[in-house]
């Protein structure tokens, strides 16, 4: 972008005294539920209300999601969801889906990922035998194994319970 001259060069370099990579929110699943509870907790405090708790298929939801504006849009998103609950359950509004808005993924990576994600979620999580995921992939099941922890998925996901 310095190049482009998108990006401030002297501001590039006062940035860059110390780069720190960090993956992006879809590849990073598992925070999903700490920085929900940070947001509610935060918005919840502000706005006087008390919420405490997430309905499973709520957090599966947000964990679904591409999250293309990353933890800004999740953010955003919770402040809304705070503001629009009534009770003790947050209230997860619709959250836009990339194909009405025409967001493909971006990579290659990105769309094995998702097209991984479907074929679990279709064969409700199941990876290996004759009606798994792995099969209906194509795939040996060490080599799905190996694609999801690449892709950041986890058996562990469809489980996921979460309790404020």
Same mark, same amino acid.
């Given at each position: 972008?310095?190049?482009?001259?998108?990006?401030?060069?002297?501001?590039?370099?006062?940035?860059?005294?110390?780069?720190?990579?960090?993956?992006?929110?879809?590849?990073?699943?598992?925070?999903?539920?700490?920085?929900?509870?940070?947001?509610?907790? !935060?918005?919840?405090?502000?706005?006087?209300?008390?919420?405490?708790?997430?309905?499973?298929?709520?957090?599966?939801?947000?964990?679904?999601?591409?999250?293309?504006?990353?933890?800004?849009?999740?953010?955003?998103?919770?402040?809304?969801?705070?503001?629009?609950?009534?009770?003790?359950?947050?209230?997860?509004?619709?959250?836009?889906?990339?194909?009405?808005?025409?967001?493909?993924?971006?990579?290659?990576?990105?769309?094995?990922?998702?097209?991984?994600?479907?074929?679990?979620?279709?064969?409700?999580?199941?990876?290996?035998?004759?009606?798994?995921?792995?099969?209906?992939?194509?795939?040996?099941?060490?080599?799905?194994?190996? !694609?999801?922890?690449?892709?950041?998925?986890?058996?562990?996901?469809?489980?996921?319970?979460?309790?404020?």
């Amino acid at each position: 972008m310095v190049a482009q001259k998108q990006f401030r060069m002297d501001l590039y370099y006062r940035l860059d005294v110390f780069p720190i990579a960090l993956p992006p929110l879809r590849r990073r699943l598992d925070d999903i539920p700490m920085l929900v509870t940070h947001f509610v907790a !935060k918005y919840g405090a502000r706005m006087s209300k008390r919420i405490s708790r997430i309905s499973a298929d709520g957090m599966e939801t947000l964990r679904r999601y591409s999250w293309p504006g990353n933890i800004r849009e999740l953010q955003n998103l919770i402040e809304r969801a705070v503001i629009l609950t009534k009770g003790d359950e947050l209230y997860i509004p619709p959250l836009p889906s990339w194909k009405m808005n025409g967001r493909d993924p971006v990579t290659l990576e990105d769309a094995e990922r998702d097209h991984i994600l479907k074929a679990l979620e279709d064969c409700n999580w199941v990876v290996g035998g004759t009606h798994g995921a792995a099969a209906r992939l194509g795939l040996p099941r060490t080599t799905l194994i190996s !694609k999801m922890q690449k892709g950041g998925l986890s058996c562990g996901m469809a489980q996921s319970r979460f309790a404020m």
